[in-house]
C-alpha cells in the first residue's frame, strides 16, 4: 500500500486508524475522508491531507482516488446497529449503496478495500459458544443484514473481478479515544467513563449476556495486519472472526472494581440493545485468523482495564 484513503476517518475507529496508517506509511500518504459536519479536528486534521469524501457518492470517491493516486481503501462509513434500527433505509443506503460505490472506483482504480464486518452479521441459530468461521448467519437486525451483504458483496468483488477485498468481523470495540454512538456493545465503553467519573453506571445490558470485546488497540492491528497479510494465505477474505476476550456486565464490573472497589452498577436494561445481544454470539472462534495471517491479540478484561483507567483519568480528570 502506498496512497491509502480512510472513509469515515472522524469516526471510532477513523480516528484511530487513520493516525496508525500514517504512523506506519507516512503522513504524507494517508488521506482523511469525511463528511461536512464531521470534519477532522486537532492532530488528525494538522498531520496530513484531508478531503470531502462521501461514501454515498461516487464521483466524489473516484475524484479523491484519483488525485491522491490511492491504492488503498479503509472504508469504515456504517452505522452502527442500533441507530441503524431506527434508520434502516439510511443504513442500507450508507452501508450497502456505499459499499457498491467503494467497490466499483476500487473495480475500475485497482485498489485494494477493507470494509469492517461485525459480530451482528450472525444471529439466533448461529452456535453461540465459540462460533466457527464459517456458520449460519441469519442476522435479525438491518445492521446485521447489511453485514452480511458487505461480506458477500466484497467476496463477490473478488472472485469475479479480482478486487483485493479483505474485512474483519469486529467484536465491541473498546477505546478511550473517540466513543461509539447508537451500538448495542456501547456500554462497555460507558462504564469506563462512569467508572473514572465516580458515578453509578445504569447498565442498558442484562447479567449473563456474554459478547466479544476488544480494546481499539488490537483492533487496528487487526486491520493493518489483514491488509499486509501474503494474500496466497488466506482461504477466507470476508469477514475473519477475530476474538480477545468476551464478558458480561458483571464481568466487566468485577474487572474494575478490582481498581476501583466503590464503583456501583444497577442495571435498567434497554429491550433493543438486549434483543441485538441476545442475538449475537457469546463468543467466536478466531483459529482460521490466526492461521491465515497470524492474527495474535495484545489485550484481555485486565490488562485493558488498568489502561483504560489509567487515561480516562488524565482525558477526563486532567
Ligand atoms: C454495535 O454494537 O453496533 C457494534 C458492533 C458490535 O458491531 N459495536
Redo the contacts with the bound molecule.
Sequence with gaps: MKNILVIGATGQIGSELTMKLRSIYGNEHVVAGYITGAEPKGELKESGPAEICDVTDAAGIEGVVKKHQIDAIYNLAAL???VAESKPKLAWKIGIDGLWNVLEVARMNNCAVFTPS???SFGPETPHDNTPQDTIQRPITI?GVS?VTTELLSDYYHKKYGVDTRSVR????ISYVTP?G?????YAVDIYYSAVRGEKFICPIAAGTY?DMMYMPDALNACVQLMEADPTRLIHRNGFNIASMSFDPEGILAAIRKYKPEFEMEYKVEPLKQA?ADS?PNSLDDICARQEWNWKPQYNLDTMTVDMLEKLKVKLLG
Excluded: A, E
Design positions: 452502527l446497529s442500533v461485525s459480530i451482528g445492521y453485514k469486529f467484536p465491541g470495540l461509539p447508537g451500538g448495542t456493545t456501547d459478547m441485538n449475537w
